[in-house]
C-alpha cells in the first residue's frame, strides 16, 4: 500500500477519534469506575473496528447501499443500547444521592472494593464492542470512506485491515489518554458526592448521546 494513502487515511482517522461520540461517552462512564474497566472497554471497541474493516475489506458498502435500511436499523439498535445504559446507570447515581451521606460512602467503597462485581472485564470488553458495532459513524467511516484509500489492483481485505489497524492504533491510544484522565479525576475526587455527580454527567452524556443517535437514524 502507498505511504500517501495510509498517511492520508491515518489523518482521518486521528480527526474521527478526536471527535466526541458515544463510545467516547462509554469509554469514559468505564474508566471512571475503575481505569481497567476503561482498558477493557477500549479493547472491545478495537475489536469491532477490525470487523468494520474487515467488512469494509469485503464489500458490504455495496449492500448496504443497495439496502440502506440495514444501516439505520443498525443505528436504531446501538442509539437504544447507550440509551439503555446512560439511563440505568443515571437511575442508579439518583438512587446513591437519595442515601444518607453515610450511606452513600459505604456503597461507594463496596464498589471500589468490589468492582470486578459492579463491572467486571468481560461486562466492559463487550460493552465496548457493541457500542462500536452499533456506531453508526464508524460504519461511515469504514464501509464509505475506506475504499477511496484503498490502491486498484491491491487486495481488498488485506489493504482494509492494514488500515483498520492504523486507526485502532490511533484510535486506542487516544482512549488510553481518556482513561488515564479519568483515573486521575477519580484520585483527584475522593469524595463520595463528587463520584455521584461524576456518575450523573457521564450517564447522562450517554443517553443524550443515545438519543442522537436514534434521531439521526430517522433523519
Avoid: C
Wanted: proline residues 4%.
Amino acid at each position: 500500500m502507498l505511504l500517501s494513502a495510509l498517511l492520508g487515511f491515518a489523518g482521518v482517522s486521528l480527526v474521527v477519534a478526536l471527535s466526541p461520540g458515544p463510545d467516547t461517552f462509554l469509554l469514559l462512564r468505564y474508566a471512571l469506575n475503575r481505569p481497567r474497566n476503561g482498558v477493557a472497554a477500549a479493547s472491545g471497541m478495537m475489536v469491532s473496528i477490525m470487523g468494520w474493516a474487515a467488512l469494509a475489506g469485503l464489500g458490504v458498502a455495496a449492500l448496504l447501499q443497495t439496502y440502506p435500511a440495514i444501516h439505520q436499523g443498525i443505528a436504531i439498535v446501538g442509539g437504544l443500547y447507550l440509551l439503555y445504559l446512560g439511563l440505568g446507570s443515571l437511575l442508579k447515581a439518583q438512587f446513591l444521592a437519595g442515601s444518607t451521606a453515610a450511606t452513600a460512602r459505604t456503597t461507594s467503597r463496596s464498589l471500589d472494593n468490589a468492582g470486578a462485581t459492579e463491572f467486571t472485564i468481560w461486562q466492559s470488553l463487550r460493552a465496548g464492542a457493541l457500542s462500536s458495532a452499533l456506531n453508526p459513524k464508524l460504519g461511515l467511516l469504514f464501509l464509505a470512506l475506506m475504499p477511496p484509500f484503498i490502491p486498484a489492483g491491491s487486495n481488498m481485505l488485506a489493504s482494509a485491515l492494514l488500515l483498520g489497524g492504523v486507526f485502532a492504533v490511533i484510535g486506542f491510544s487516544y482512549l488510553m489518554v481518556l482513561t488515564f484522565m479519568a483515573a486521575r479525576a477519580m484520585a483527584w475526587f475522593k469524595s463520595p458526592t463528587v463520584g455521584i455527580w461524576l456518575e450523573r454527567i457521564s450517564s447522562g452524556a450517554l443517553a443524550i448521546m443515545g438519543l442522537i443517535v436514534l434521531i439521526g437514524a430517522f433523519l
